[in-house]
């Protein structure tokens, strides 16, 4: 088999038709890709935006229970209080007024309490209700990217 000089220094074995085609796949891959990826990116986007919508509406929601529960507590308190200063003024002897005094704190202490767990309650599911949005997104992100 005997080579020419002129078949050596050839470049007929390039093909620029084959080379735009591979350029253009390349390219057409690179913006799908492109795309795919702002898709995901504006998705991602979207569902954190929701849930700190989410997030604040029960940050709201719950504060206004705390606080409305917290506003009952010191009206309750206040309402027995003057009951008490009542009760306290028609004491005819000092065991009548030990007696009245000692009901009173003792009511007085278990009110405290019973509050105290209704305020700590309505605290503890709105710690749950403001944090459950976040748990939600951060497991959905962490799904996607493990399928990804």
Do not use: C, W
Request: hydrophobic share 40%.
């Amino acid at each position: 088999m005997a080579y020419r000089n002129d078949d050596i220094f050839s470049f007929s074995a390039f093909d620029p038709a084959k080379l735009t085609d591979s350029f253009r796949e390349f390219a057409e891959k690179g913006a799908a890709q492109s795309r795919e990826a702002y898709a995901k990116v504006k998705a991602a986007t979207e569902e954190a935006t929701k849930t700190v919508e989410t997030t604040m509406q029960s940050a709201q929601a719950g504060s206004v229970e705390v606080g409305l529960k917290a506003i009952e507590a010191l009206r309750t308190n206040a309402d027995l209080s003057l009951s008490h200063m009542e009760s306290l003024l028609g004491v005819k002897s000092v065991a009548e007024f030990v007696e009245l005094q000692t009901s009173f704190v003792r009511k007085q202490a278990e009110l405290t309490v019973d509050q105290a767990r209704s305020i700590q309650d309505a605290t503890r599911k709105l710690a749950e209700a403001v944090s459950q949005p976040g748990k939600e997104a951060a497991e959905k992100a962490m799904s996607t990217f493990k399928a990804a």
